[in-house]
């Protein structure tokens, strides 16, 4: 019986130290557990160093001259001008889309979402069209160079954006 109501107390203390610890734990991190980012944010670029971007790509992997250059300015500009109002589209039908579901109605759900898909059809195939313009001025020798860094241009057009500032 000594044994167990030894054993009982030596139980209890180590409970009571752990308990206390994790007190100890809580008071002095203020409560704010260390929680893992969801998204690691890359550190801004030395001084020095270029972003990778598209125009990048085709200058230094793909070695593409000044007067190609202009030419995928001029595509570039066009291509920009185009995304800008297949988007402005998109949003407004999503904005219509949205407002039914503020005003209570879901009137024209169907009809919507159909303009949404079609819109956003478009806008690949504009960016595609844009792709395979680029690749029509790529000489012989650079064709393998562009298809080697292809998936590059498409990771960088498809990287996420900055996420918004925290308030």
Known sequence: MDRTKRLLWITICVLVLCNLGALGMVWFTKGKPEVPPTHVIPPPHPKGHQQVTIETILLDDVGFEENQMVTFRGLRNDHHENVKGLVGMIKIEKQKLFND??????????????????????????????????????????????????????????????????N
């Not at 009809?111 to 949404?116: D, E, V």
């Not at 498409?154 to 990287?159: A, E, N, P, Q, T």
């Open 101 to 166: 579901v503020v005003n209570d109605s879901a009137s024209d759900f169907d009809s919507i979402s159909s303009k949404i898909y079609e819109l956003q059809k478009m806008l690949d195939r504009l960016t595609l069209n844009h792709f395979s313009s680029i690749r029509a001025i790529c000489t012989k020798d650079q064709l393998e160079l562009f298809e080697i860094h292809f998936n590059k241009m498409i990771r960088v057009l498809v990287r996420p954006s900055k996420p918004p500032p925290r």
